[in-house]
């Protein structure tokens, strides 16, 4: 363990740069390295952020990076955060500090906050104990599953499931496929509407579908990055499930990415039934996530004065590196 109680430099973000990313990414595969074990962070928002408040928060001690927190708005009236700190830094105080961090963030948001949600690795035990004692409760887990290129000879293909056709989405598609994520996922039509553009439009993404005659009963989105493929939003019309259409769905689109020279294809699941299902298919689960939920006790009034409070005290000794950071601290 290093100094227990060194000097903390904060530095908060809306958006990264493209050097600012890099750095964060080489960070947190750094900490993968050492803790041998993956902290999840979703990377695609963290890229294109929209929301003009902060949304990234760093922690420094001298020029080394020990800590970062990313915030993400996905539901109106819920933030959630994931975090990871270095191990020689692993302490209640950082994380303590980062928390602080965040709540002053998300203070100045315009919408009502009702609940955050911390997602970290079952394995990531300092973390978890901060958030027991901060009077979070595990609610709900993501498991990460993955099949690899060596494993994949050992699936038994189905046979096909006639008169069911794979193919690729095109933008004619569009409307169907709105209305088959309306019936799945019950999201709204404009939301997917616009991320089915984006995704068509996205070099490293793809969309199959699995049709009856003219109509699309499934689907499956894939996102290809180096010799990796991610799959999530699949989905099968609920009249036309266990019908064998997802598994033909899912293991030809599979083969399809290693004949492709994809190396590994992985998916989460938060229900046990698809893990026992994707598992029957060779998938192996690779890290179990969890998410603790804690209802804030945040005032946005007393908050910003606290803010303005530390920014007149810290006025004459530190530079200011933006409107919410505290410059220096020490625990």
Not at 136 to 147: D, F, G, P, R
Not at 171 to 180: E, T
Not at 199 to 227: C, F, R, W, Y
Request: proline fraction near 3%; hydrophobic fraction near 40%.
């Amino acid at each position: 363990m290093k100094n227990q109680y060194p000097e903390f430099n904060i530095k908060a973000f809306s958006k990264f740069s493209n050097k600012r990313l890099a750095e964060v990414r080489r960070f947190v595969s750094h900490c993968k390295k050492i803790d041998g074990f993956d902290t999840l962070f979703y990377w695609e928002s963290i890229k294109n952020r929209k929301n003009l408040g902060i949304n990234e928060i760093l922690c420094y001690v001298a020029d080394e990076l020990v800590g970062y927190l990313a915030l993400y708005h996905f539901e109106e009236h819920e933030i959630e955060i994931t975090v990871i700190t270095h191990p020689d830094y692993r302490t209640p105080s950082l994380h303590g500090l980062l928390w602080e961090q965040a709540k002053r963030a998300v203070a100045q948001y315009a919408v009502d906050i009702k609940r955050f949600v911390f997602t970290c690795n079952q394995q990531l035990l300092p973390l978890k104990e901060y958030l027991y004692r901060l009077g979070a409760e595990c609610s709900e887990y993501t498991y990460k599953l993955a099949l690899s290129a060596k494993k994949y000879p050992q699936v038994v293909m189905p046979e096909k499931t006639s008169p069911l056709q794979l193919r690729k989405a095109t933008y004619l598609d569009v409307p169907a496929l709105v209305n088959l994520e309306m019936d799945c996922f019950q999201v709204a039509e404009e939301i997917y509407k616009n991320h089915l553009f984006k995704t068509l439009e996205d070099p490293t993404k793809e969309i199959m579908v699995a049709s009856l005659g003219e109509k699309i009963i499934g689907k499956i989105h894939v996102q290809i990055e180096k010799n990796n493929a991610f799959l999530y939003d699949f989905c099968v019309e609920q009249d036309e499930q266990k019908k064998g259409y997802g598994s033909f769905l899912l293991l030809h689109t599979v083969r399809e990415l290693f004949e492709r020279q994809v190396k590994k294809v992985s998916v989460d699941v938060i229900d046990e039934q698809d893990l026992k299902w994707y598992i029957k298919f060779n998938f192996e689960c690779i890290s179990i996530y969890e998410h603790w939920k804690l209802t804030p006790c945040i005032d946005p009034l007393k908050e910003r004065e606290k803010q303005l409070e530390a920014l007149l005290l810290n006025f004459h000794c530190h530079q200011v590196q933006d409107q919410l950071s505290l410059t220096f601290y020490k625990h």
